[in-house]
């Protein structure tokens, strides 16, 4: 089964901008790659999706080198409120056709003023 | 534009009894899929339903049953409840079927089991 690996958290300043790095080095040839965002007590929204190179939203941007084994996901600029878990997801397709979504551990990031 | 809504917002229950959860997906979305989170885990695959079809299926016991209506409103139940089976459980929809991750998350229903 594919895995997701991220850093269990970071910590970064008000206006700065962060890098939270996923590695899946089993990705299917097919599988888009994507990220949320998760409150505490809610659940989580979609931030951003990728397939390769690179994606930009009003909120994010995802880079995915060319061997799709990583990606990254980048928060311009960000706030207090950008305090949140945030999970990279990429899909899997095992040899028995189950499909299944896996989800990472989450990356913990700390905004502090 | 409603969202998904999800149905109880928290429940408490015995072990060995059973609980149904419900959702509703957001109006056009086809696709309803269930998580399982855990605290301080992230969200575990459950099922997913695409046009009323199991598309997609978890590693879950066969205590844990799904379907999805007419409607694409949707039901997950979890029979035998047993103490680990307290989490919150997020029901999220979507436009597409497979090979689409933007999913749009409920509040999730707070389950404890004593």
């Known amino acids: 089964l594919a895995k997701t690996t991220q850093p269990i958290s970071m910590d970064s300043y008000e206006g700065q901008e962060v890098n939270i790095t996923c590695s899946h080095n089993?990705?299917?040839?097919?599988?888009?790659i994507t990220w949320y965002q998760q409150f505490p007590s809610q659940g989580p929204r979609f931030i951003i999706q990728?397939?390769?190179?690179?994606v930009t939203n009003e909120v994010a941007s995802l880079f995915i080198p060319a061997d799709r084994k990583s990606s990254t996901l980048s928060l311009p600029r960000v706030s207090l409120s950008d305090t949140a878990v945030y999970y990279c997801?990429?899909?899997?397709?095992?040899?028995?056709?189950?499909?299944?979504?896996?989800w990472g551990a989450g990356t913990k990031l700390i905004i502090k003023p | 534009d409603a969202g998904v809504t999800q149905s109880p917002t928290h429940l408490i229950k015995t072990r060995g009894q059973h609980v149904t959860l419900r959702c509703s997906p957001i109006?056009?979305?086809?696709?309803v899929s269930w998580y399982q989170q855990v605290l301080g885990q992230g969200p575990q695959f459950i099922f997913q339903?695409?046009?009323?079809?199991?598309?997609g299926r978890g590693n879950f016991p066969d205590r844990f049953s799904a379907r999805q209506f007419p409607n694409y409103s949707s039901e997950l139940n979890v029979n035998a409840l047993l103490l680990g089976d307290s989490a919150l459980y997020l029901c999220?929809?979507?436009?597409?079927?497979?090979?689409?991750?933007?999913?749009?998350f409920g509040p999730g229903t707070r389950l404890t089991v004593t």
């Open positions: 997801l990429v899909g899997d397709l095992p040899m028995d056709s189950n499909y299944q979504l896996i």
């Open positions: 089993n990705i299917a040839t097919n599988d888009y």
């Open positions: 990728g397939y390769k190179t690179k």
């Open positions: 109006s056009g979305h086809k696709s």
């Open positions: 339903y695409y046009e009323k079809e199991e598309r």
């Open positions: 999220a929809s979507s436009l597409a079927g497979l090979q689409s991750y933007e999913q749009y």
